[in-house]
């Protein structure tokens, strides 16, 4: 019996040897690649989305490793959703930035002469500008533009012609020389199908005589004091689109109690929600109605606003109004 004891314990000890010898690599392998897993997650945490787990087997902690590589994946990718998604919204600021800097910070009055604007912004950056100044000599500079595109590249371009022009116009250049210049600079120095629709005046309060250059512009009125609608229409192409064509510079006369009013493409090309656009007939019609209204731009503004209702506006809306005295 105690032969047969020995024998027996001698075994059992064998089989626990032989186990061990077993389990101790598989344990060794399963720690392992636990570890590897622990390591992964604590980068993950540590913000190394890059992180990846290199498990080469079929158990379960293999497929766990499967898993945890495509959650990391996952993770990386909507991170680097995350980072476009901030790059987009501070580019969009920058340009909103650049576009509200440019325009002047309040009403401009010069004797009975007075001259403001206001520009809707909508939710996407795009160049539209507006501006008055007094020149040396005592003339009104009037500008308004759009350039073509969104984005702070617009914004960019707009700023550049608005300091080209005021240059030029310090200098006493002839309007269409200057739209002409503009036009060769722009298809000259700007990369891609870049333009911009503009229309540059020089009124002269003594003489009531407004001179000005439309390229491209949509256009623009002069709302007499009896109520009629007179149309300054476009005299060249878009500044940078097909340059070399040329321009022509017109001129009205204007009377004390006449009202100039200048917008962008943005105003009548506002949608409402069944995607109606406000058009340049309702416009005219507004403008026809609110004839020596001291609150004209008001007017204009909240007419649009009502007739867009919630819709969003994906272009800026920009007015000006001059009141001539």
Do not use: W
């Not at 058009?279 to 209204?293: F, I, Y």
């Amino acid at each position: 019996m105690r032969r047969a004891g020995a024998r027996n314990a001698g075994l059992g000890l064998g089989c626990i040897g032989l186990a061990l010898i077993g389990i101790v690599p598989i344990s060794s392998r399963l720690t392992r690649n636990l570890s590897k897993l622990n390591d992964g997650v604590h980068r993950i945490a540590d913000g190394d989305y890059s992180a990846r787990v290199q498990v080469g087997s079929n158990d379960e902690i293999g497929r766990l490793a499967r898993a945890f590589n495509q959650m990391a994946e996952d993770v990386e990718r909507h991170q680097h959703v995350v980072v476009e998604q901030e790059r987009i919204r501070r580019e969009l600021e920058l340009g909103r930035q650049i576009q509200h800097d440019m325009l002047p910070r309040g009403p401009l009055r010069l004797g009975l002469m007075e001259i403001q604007g206001v520009s809707v912004p909508a939710r996407e950056v795009g160049g539209d500008f507006f501006n008055y100044f007094a020149l040396s000599d005592g003339d009104l500079a009037l500008l308004v533009g759009d350039v073509s595109g969104k984005g702070v590249g617009a914004a960019l371009l707009m700023a550049n012609i608005q300091a080209s022009l005021r240059t030029r116009l310090a200098l006493g250049q002839d309007l269409a020389a200057i739209a002409r210049e503009i036009d060769i600079d722009i298809e000259g120095n700007t990369p891609g199908p870049v333009y911009a629709t503009l229309f540059v005046g020089m009124l002269n309060p003594s003489t009531r005589v407004l001179r000005y250059v439309n390229a491209g512009h949509n256009q623009q009125y002069v709302l007499r004091r009896d109520g009629s609608l007179e149309e300054m229409s476009s005299s060249g192409l878009p500044v940078g689109l097909l340059a070399g064509h040329g321009y022509a510079e017109a001129h009205v006369q204007l009377e004390a109690g006449d009202l100039l009013f200048f917008y962008t493409d943005g105003c009548v090309e506002s949608e409402n929600e069944q995607g109606e656009m406000f058009g340049a007939e309702r416009l005219e019609k507004l403008l026809e109605t609110s004839a020596g209204a001291e609150d004209l731009l008001a007017r204009v503004e909240a007419a649009v606003k009502a007739f867009r209702g919630t819709a969003e506006p994906f272009d800026d809306a920009t007015m000006m109004v001059v009141k001539v005295g």
